[in-house]
């Protein structure tokens, strides 16, 4: 029993890092209705932008990651002058064209700036088992803890923004429809700066959490393929919806590996998540919590 | 409808030209509307009445011609200059928020009367908590004219069609405009819910001195309602005057009952 709890706490834990990848999808993904290819990119970005400003210029943690954040913010900007602002009203497909090209451009600017090499990350979160739970018998990490904690406070942050507040709803009016978003005085361009910089952030996030645990390396870009996944199974347009998809897929993924892995050979933890997915498209398209995909005719 | 008070000019349109490649959508086209007004545009389809509306609040670009609004003449308008201007609208073929209540759909339309900023918001304190209470109860108060308490939590998507094109009103009016563009507000409506409809332009108008222009095909209803009424047909001018004029106009006779054009 001990056994079965300590696997299935571990996936929860790395569940969460997933959902804190699949947040930013979300966001991006319920205001302007783009799935953004380059958000793993972003996450590899920021945590590279944080590594480079503390080993390079010597910045202490608090002005480092401030300053990460105004580099993010001015990304965010820039990404509306350059690639949006040019691509309004075209298909959804084509705009998802553009942010594969951003990916590119991202990593080779992180790679340009920062170097390739593994870089370490220390920002002070606490490392190693919980005592607590250690006594127990139980092998939980402290830092996967800590982002379990971030992760929460982010959603609830970012549910009460998107539900009550102006600028919240102006962002779901923008996503749901771009010309009458504009006939009641929202600006397209403010408003997608607004939500690539939030997306940003969370990017940061997440690279921070990545980056504590397996040193920033240009493999962390990858991980966006497993937000895929938990975003099927969360709906797209679902805050919570990431966050829990990401503990679903963690847990189930690791329970998967222990319990079932051994008969069919191992390696489940790979595909689990896909398969899961795909069981999701065929009877939930629209995922546990993503808005009912409503279609008059 | 006797006591009503008609002002000076609100907005001016002169000779706009539109033409998207070598279609020519708006041939050199001017009229004006009056405060407190209700002023109709009516014409076949095709003949560019959806156009003028999209020039007005700044979708469409024209180009030749000025866009006078309150004083202040523009080569184009832009939609946020236009709605913070007070100009507000509907749209023919409805543009609600589909996966948004019928309550936040409304709140959206008073998006410009909320000022705090994005940091207060954030926390979602403060200020920002006054203000989203002192806007809400501006959004009830326009459910309640329009009779919707009932859907206020629905999602409009699932709304039957007579009551989305209501909410959509209600959106408009949430930004207290001062000139409400309306573009086919009773389309695919059966005679009730026209009734309803008309009922509720006239309080508009009446209540709140709204200044309306709206694009119908009910002939019936556009002669009722308007008080000058401009015909469009292919994209040029035909006729533009009070009911009784347009409605003895040989060539707006004309283009209704299909005579060849030459």
């Not at chain 1, 309004?88 to 992180?110: D, K, R, S």
């Not at chain 2, 918001?121 to 919707?148: C, K, M, S, V």
Request: proline share 3%; hydrophobic share 50%; aromatic share 8%.
């Amino acid at each position: 029993m001990l056994f079965f709890i300590e696997v299935a706490l571990s996936g929860l834990m790395a569940g969460v890092m997933y959902s804190l990848v699949a947040l930013g999808f979300v966001l991006i993904f319920k205001a302007s209705g783009i799935f953004n290819f380059a958000q793993g990119v972003m996450a590899l970005f920021a945590a590279l932008t944080l590594v480079g400003l503390m080993e390079k210029f010597n910045f202490p943690v608090w002005l480092a990651i401030i300053g990460t954040i105004v580099v993010m913010i001015a990304l965010a900007w820039l990404i509306e002058r350059v690639m949006l602002r040019h691509l309004v009203n075209q298909e959804p497909i084509i705009l998802f064209m553009a942010t594969i090209g951003l990916a590119y451009v991202l990593e080779g600017m992180g790679d340009i700036m920062w170097g390739s090499d593994v870089k370490l990350l220390d920002i002070g979160i606490p490392q190693g088992a919980w005592g607590w739970l250690w006594d127990q018998g139980i092998y939980v990490e402290k830092l996967e803890l800590f982002a379990a904690g971030t992760a929460a406070i982010l959603v609830i942050f970012l549910a009460i923004f998107f539900q009550k507040t102006r600028i919240g709803r102006a962002l779901r009016a923008v996503a749901d429809d771009h010309q009458a978003a504009l006939s009641v005085g929202i600006s397209l361009n403010t408003i997608w700066v607004v939500v690539w910089s939030v997306s940003g952030i969370v990017a940061l996030v997440a690279g921070i959490m990545w980056g504590s645990k397996s040193g920033v390396q240009f493999s962390l870009s990858l991980i966006a393929l497993k937000a895929l996944p938990v975003l099927i199974l969360g709906g797209f347009t679902s805050v919570p919806g990431a966050i829990i998809g990401g503990m679903i897929i963690g847990v189930g993924e690791k329970l998967a590996e222990v319990y079932i892995g051994p008969i069919v050979g191992g390696a489940i933890e790979n595909w689990f998540a896909y398969m899961l997915a795909l069981a999701f498209l065929l009877f939930r398209p629209q995922g546990l919590f993503g808005d009912k995909i409503i279609e008059r005719v | 409808m006797s006591a009503r008070n008609i002002g000076d000019v609100i907005l001016k349109v002169d000779n706009i030209d539109l033409s998207f490649g070598v279609m020519k959508v708006l041939d050199n086209i001017s009229f004006d509307v009056r405060q407190g007004e209700i002023r109709s545009i009516i014409g076949p389809n095709g003949a560019g009445k959806s156009s003028l509306l999209n020039v007005i609040n700044g979708f469409y670009h024209p180009q030749q011609g000025t866009i006078t609004f309150k004083g202040n003449t523009r080569k184009h308008m832009a939609p946020h200059v236009a709605a913070s201007q007070g100009i507000a609208r509907t749209f023919q073929n409805i543009a609600l928020f589909k996966g948004m209540s019928t309550l936040d759909n409304i709140m959206t339309g008073r998006n410009l009367k909320m000022k705090t900023n994005l940091f207060w918001q954030a926390l979602h304190i403060g200020p920002a908590r006054a203000e989203e209470l002192e806007n809400r109860e501006a959004a009830e108060r326009i459910i309640d004219f329009l009779d919707i308490q009932a859907i206020r939590k629905k999602p409009v998507g699932k709304l039957p069609y007579g009551l989305q094109k209501r909410v959509e009103l209600g959106r408009a009016l949430a930004a207290e405009p001062e000139l409400l563009l309306l573009d086919e507000p009773m389309a695919g409506m059966n005679s009730e819910e026209k009734e309803d409809m008309c009922r509720f332009i006239i309080d508009v108008n009446d209540e709140f001195g709204t200044t309306i222009t709206l694009i119908e095909h009910d002939m019936g209803v556009v002669m009722d309602l308007s008080d000058r009424v401009l015909v469009l047909d292919y994209g040029k001018q035909l006729a533009d005057g009070i009911p009784d004029e347009v409605r003895n106009n040989q060539s707006v006779i004309d283009a209704y009952l299909g005579v060849p054009h030459e």
